[in-house]
């Protein structure tokens, strides 16, 4: 099945820290998927709205690897 990403989260990371995951993400993203850096407050809000509703644990242990995907129906 496919899904039709619209926009991504990741949460905002210190400015000398090297996330390379975000560039796997990246990789893996819709070209035209904008990708946007939220404070970790406002990363974590937006985890706990009431929009939110799938989570999935992949086991991931790098830093800052958490990534919120807005989706919406296939056209």
């Known amino acids: 099945a496919c899904i039709n990403v619209e ?3 990741l949460m905002a990371c210190p400015p000398d820290f090297t996330n390379t995951i975000e560039a796997e993400y990246r990789q893996l993203l819709p070209a035209h998927c904008p990708v946007e850096h939220l404070p970790r407050e406002a990363f974590y ?3 706990k709205s009431d929009q939110t509703l799938l989570v999935i644990a992949s086991g991931e242990q790098r ?4 990534l919120l995907l807005t989706v919406a129906p296939v056209v």
């Open 7 to 9: 926009s991504a989260a």
């Open 45 to 47: 809000a937006a985890v």
């Open 63 to 66: 830093r800052f690897a958490n």
